[in-house]
Every structure is written in C-alpha cells, then in structure tokens.
C-alpha cells in the first residue's frame, strides 16, 4: 500500500473507489474520459479487488474494506498529492480539472452542495447548513484534513444502521459542521447529477449518474451551449425560452409531455 505519507512528484491527482465488478467497469470508463480531457494528470484507484484493466491507473492502493457499503469511500485520502480530487465511479470528465485544483490555493475542501438532507434532523445541527454531495470531493492535504477524514469515518460508522444502511452523506455534512476547515461549494458543472434538477453556467465538466449510454447522451446535449441553462432530468438542457429556437422550444415541450404521460402508467 502506498504510504500517507508519501509525496509524489506532481502536486495534484485524482483518485477512484471501486468495489466490485460494476463499479471497477465504471471507473474504468470514467478514468478513460478523463485521460482524454485531462492528459497528463495521474490517477490512481483504491479497491479491494484486482481490476481487469490494471493498464488503465498509474497507481492501485489495495485497502480491506472493514464497513459494508461505501465505507471504502471514506478512504479516498489515501490519495498522496499535496491537492487530491475524488470522484465517483459512475462519472464521466467531459472538460478540464484545473479549476477545480485551483480552488485549493484558497480553500481546504470543495464539494458541491446537495439538494438532499430536508429529510432528517440532527441535533445541534442548524438546518440551513447543507449537506453536501459526496461524489466529487477535492482537499488540500493537511494535518487538519486528515483528522476530518478520521472524523468522517467516526460518524460514519456511528449512524449505520442495523439493516446496513449507510450515510456517507449525512455524516459528511456532520464532519464538515464540526470542522474548522475553509470549504467551498463548487458549481453544479463539475457535478451535473442526472437525477435532480440542476442549473450549469459555461462548460461543464463532470456528469454523474448511471449509466454511461446516459451519460454519453447528455454530454451531447450538454455541450450546446455554454449559457446559462437548466438541466431537468428526462427533458434535457433548457436554455432561457428567448435564446431557444423554435424547434427547440417544441421539443422540449414535447419531452416534458411525453415524460409526464410516462409517470401515469
């Protein structure tokens, strides 16, 4: 296993957690858009289990996983750069990374917040902070972060439940409340989830969601433009109605209509 310690030549680097066959084919395909919108930057993947395509990582850390479900996710700081990104398997990369490592001269950890976390309450824990998505994550190593990822951990084994529930997202949002770090929130274009509504402002970077065929689908659509846009799961990118054409118009229309009658059934 690569040592925490260990500093490798670059500053910056990206890591995956991969358990299982699924998830190492995924990985597979998102570290290889990566490669070709981001040359040059190192990947490594963290796994219990040997992938078919060992070409494919510059570095694998084998690590046990000891919790069921995303448990092995809380070790993606096992990653070595002075700046590391995290980012889920089920992605595609479609644009550069560097603005996301540039956040890291200033702050300590960036992540986009989520539109979860309405649904339970924690005590102490006001409201109005956020939770936030755990699928793409950059840091700045440091004494301080590695004690936030010890803590993560904490309270992630803590709220387990006895059916093997996990909340790798609520204890996050409880992590990063107790913490003292600079964090950040980044914008939904590095990571344009497809199951919730989104709004995305210029190029985006990362799309996150299942499956590939999907994602392959939305860089497309996507990528028409780099206004500011809405993306709604099922219809698509919508531009202001001014900016749109009317073909466009209309179908959009007509996928909101046919995604309706679909919801009936």
């Known amino acids: 296993m690569t040592s925490f310690l260990t500093q490798p030549a670059t500053d910056r680097g990206v890591i995956y957690v991969a358990v299982g066959k699924r998830y190492l ?14 040359p040059g930057l190192p ?12 070409g494919m990582w510059d570095k694998i850390i084998y690590l046990e996983a000891t919790l069921p479900g995303s448990a092995m996710k809380l070790h993606m700081d096992q990653a070595p750069w002075a700046r590391c990104l995290f980012i889920d398997s ?22 986009m917040q989520h539109s979860g976390g309405g649904h339970y309450t924690i005590p102490r824990l006001p409201g109005s902070f956020p939770e936030f998505n755990s699928g ?21 084994a803590q709220m387990l439940e006895p059916t093997g529930r996990t909340w790798d997202q609520k204890s996050l949002r409880v992590a990063l409340y107790e913490s003292d770090l ?8 590095y990571n344009l989830m497809t199951y919730f509504p989104s709004v995305v402002d210029g190029t985006a970077a990362i799309l996150h969601g299942r499956t590939t065929a999907n994602l392959q689908r939305l860089a497309g659509r996507i990528a028409k433009s780099t206004k500011l846009r809405a993306y709604v799961p099922g219809v698509g990118a919508l531009l202001h109605p001014k900016d749109m054409s009317w073909p466009d118009l209309l179908h959009a229309i007509f996928r909101m209509i046919a995604l309706k009658l679909r919801s009936l059934f």
């Open 43 to 54: 990947v490594y993947l963290l796994t219990d289990t040997p992938p078919e395509d060992p």
């Open 182 to 189: 600079r964090i950040i929130s980044i914008p939904h274009g």
């Open 136 to 156: 793409v994550i950059a840091w700045r190593r440091s004494e301080r972060v590695s004690a936030f990822f010890a803590r993560w951990r904490e309270l992630y």
């Open 90 to 111: 089920d992605t595609m990369v479609v644009g550069s990374l560097d603005p996301l490592f540039d956040l890291l001269d200033r702050f300590e950890f960036a992540a």
């Open 25 to 38: 084919e995924e990985s597979s395909f998102s570290a290889a858009s990566l490669r070709k919108t981001n």
